[in-house]
């Protein structure tokens, strides 16, 4: 319980700050004091309250096409990813994801981004990227790095990045609870994470309306990055 505390912590002001990225945080740590299938468990209890405060922060800011064109075919793919967090060894589908989000993260530092907003056929392809990962690693990350590469600035993609994940923690929340991989010890460990976790993502959305647009990307990015290397060498 002290673990998931200190971790939770950390990763709140990461997921506070930038919108993504907590749950990644714990996960590349908690491999080192339990299961895989009990840590995406553990995850999604810690995350879920403070996704419900960030989404009600920014709730009047949010592009609801664009949102629920990724979030449906997330939904939809959402079990299959589970299914294989249950059937199968996750190690290569983290490694995999590592490996082209580092090199999206060198596309990013070195300046490229798409000059026009996804396209609906676009939203539809992440979203069920993103809904096979989600569901197998609980890890935003694909959707994240769609999300950056676009020309949003940092209030659209930080807001679109909340409001997707909203919604697909909901649905995952509901396929967990139903497939029997998170159980009421998951709750009782992960409950103090929680309350630092919420602490955390407060404290990291303090710094994010305070930061300029450049900061937030650089910061975003830097995330990214390490949280790829983590997982490809994990």
């Not at 609801?64 to 299959?80: E, G, N, Q, S, Y």
Request: net charge positive; hydrophobic share 60%.
């Amino acid at each position: 319980m002290l673990a998931v505390a200190l971790v939770a912590f950390g990763a709140g002001l990461i997921r506070g700050f930038t919108g993504f990225g907590g749950p990644a945080f714990i996960l590349a740590i908690l491999t080192l004091f339990f299961a895989p299938v009990t840590i995406v468990s553990k995850i999604l209890v810690v995350d879920f309250f403070t996704n419900v405060y960030l989404f009600r922060a920014c709730y009047r800011q949010i592009n609801w096409r664009a949102t629920l064109t990724m979030v449906i075919p997330t939904m939809i793919f959402m079990p299959l990813g589970h299914w294989l967090l249950i059937e199968l060894d996750p190690a290569w589908m983290k490694r995999a994801m590592a490996l082209i989000i580092s090199a999206a993260c060198v596309m990013m530092l070195i300046g490229f981004r798409y000059r026009h907003p996804m396209t609906r056929n676009w939203l539809i392809f992440v979203g069920i990227c993103s809904g096979v990962v989600f569901g197998g690693t609980y890890i935003a990350l694909v959707a994240v790095v769609f999300i950056l590469l676009g020309p949003y600035d940092k209030d659209e993609g930080r807001t679109l990045i909340i409001s997707w994940s909203f919604f697909t923690v909901l649905g995952f929340a509901l396929i967990s609870a139903a497939s029997g991989t998170t159980v009421l010890d998951d709750i009782t460990t992960a409950l103090p994470g929680a309350v630092t976790y919420m602490l955390g993502a407060w404290l990291g959305s303090l710094g994010f309306r305070r930061s300029s647009e450049k900061l937030f990307r650089r910061a975003a990015i830097t995330i990214l990055l390490a949280l790829a290397i983590v997982n490809l060498v994990s």
